[in-house]
């Protein structure tokens, strides 16, 4: 496994007066995909917002490429190279398709070379590309959610629940889009409930449950191992084999 790009240790997060963070632990590979899994409600999206600074650490260190970023500024974290795709979305309804690219590209106009690449895997936003994002699909939202995040190389993007909703076709677009990000050496944790998804993508896993990560390994090994699957996802044999 290659060293690890993105490691927790020990992480907790208090949101107001809840507790939901319990010491996370796990490593990002650099250039491989960390799958995020776990029931609802066990913490993962508490996870990427607390990497993302969004909500912050009340202990424990995160460390990006060696250097620990917990108590970093949103937009410090995101300068350092880090990308985020929210469930939410987070697109402005009201700019257009490539006014939201646009305002994602940090260091100007996007390459052309980049956006044919990214019109490659999510065609409807070159097909709308003058249009209101309101206008969109909650698939093509999550097409441009996506293409924001990869307007421009990152060295690492959090992506929370992107099938959600999605038609297969969508799904098989966006399996061949994270394949090629990792070709280019992009590292990617993925929070998903798709266990297929899951196992199409996925290098390493880790399994929260309760604000803890209570399994970590390959996604080869979860997906082999279907006692495995039931007793720390609640999946069964059927779903687990389909």
Same mark, same amino acid.
């Given at each position: 496994?290659?060293?690890?790009?993105? *490691?927790?240790?020990?992480?907790? !997060?208090?949101?107001?007066?809840?507790?939901?963070?319990?010491?996370?632990?796990?490593?990002?590979?650099?250039?491989?995909?960390?799958?995020?899994?776990?029931?609802?409600? &066990?913490?993962?999206? !508490?996870?990427?917002? *607390?990497?993302?600074?969004?909500?912050?650490?009340?202990?424990?260190?995160?460390? /990006?490429?060696?250097?620990?970023?917990?108590?970093?500024?949103?937009?410090?974290?995101?300068?350092?190279?880090? &990308?985020?795709?929210?469930?939410?979305?987070?697109?402005?309804?009201?700019?257009?398709?490539?006014?939201?690219?646009?305002? &994602?590209?940090?260091?100007?106009?996007?390459?052309?070379?980049?956006?044919?690449?990214?019109?490659? /895997? /999510?065609?409807?936003?070159? !097909?709308?590309?003058?249009?209101?994002?309101?206008?969109?699909?909650?698939?093509?939202?999550?097409?441009?959610?996506?293409?924001?995040?990869?307007?421009?190389?990152?060295?690492?993007?959090?992506?929370?629940?992107? *099938?959600?909703?999605?038609?297969?076709?969508?799904?098989?677009?966006?399996?061949?889009?994270?394949?090629?990000?990792?070709?280019?050496?992009? !590292?990617?944790?993925?929070?998903?409930?798709?266990?297929? /998804?899951?196992?199409?993508?996925?290098?390493?896993?880790?399994?929260?449950?309760?604000?803890?990560?209570?399994?970590?390994? *390959?996604?080869?090994?979860?997906?082999?191992?279907?006692?495995?699957?039931?007793?720390?996802?609640?999946?069964?044999?059927?779903?687990?084999?389909?």
């Amino acid at each position: 496994m290659a060293a690890p790009l993105l *490691t927790l240790e020990a992480v907790h !997060t208090h949101i107001g007066h809840y507790h939901i963070l319990h010491g996370v632990d796990f490593a990002a590979p650099a250039g491989r995909l960390t799958m995020l899994l776990g029931r609802n409600g &066990a913490g993962k999206t !508490t996870t990427l917002r *607390t990497i993302m600074g969004l909500w912050r650490a009340s202990a424990g260190a995160i460390r /990006f490429e060696g250097r620990d970023i917990a108590a970093l500024p949103t937009p410090d974290i995101a300068r350092a190279g880090i &990308a985020y795709v929210p469930e939410s979305m987070g697109i402005f309804a009201d700019l257009t398709v490539r006014e939201n690219m646009l305002l &994602a590209a940090r260091s100007g106009p996007p390459d052309e070379a980049r956006l044919d690449w990214i019109f490659g /895997f /999510f065609p409807a936003l070159s !097909t709308f590309w003058s249009a209101p994002a309101g206008v969109l699909s909650g698939g093509q939202k999550q097409m441009l959610a996506i293409g924001r995040a990869i307007i421009e190389p990152r060295r690492l993007i959090l992506i929370d629940e992107p *099938t959600k909703g999605l038609a297969p076709a969508i799904v098989g677009n966006m399996i061949e889009a994270f394949r090629a990000l990792k070709r280019q050496n992009t !590292t990617i944790v993925l929070v998903e409930q798709n266990f297929e /998804f899951a196992r199409a993508l996925g290098d390493s896993v880790a399994v929260m449950d309760d604000g803890r990560v209570v399994h970590t390994g *390959t996604m080869a090994e979860l997906s082999a191992d279907e006692a495995l699957q039931q007793r720390l996802l609640g999946l069964g044999a059927a779903i687990a084999r389909s």
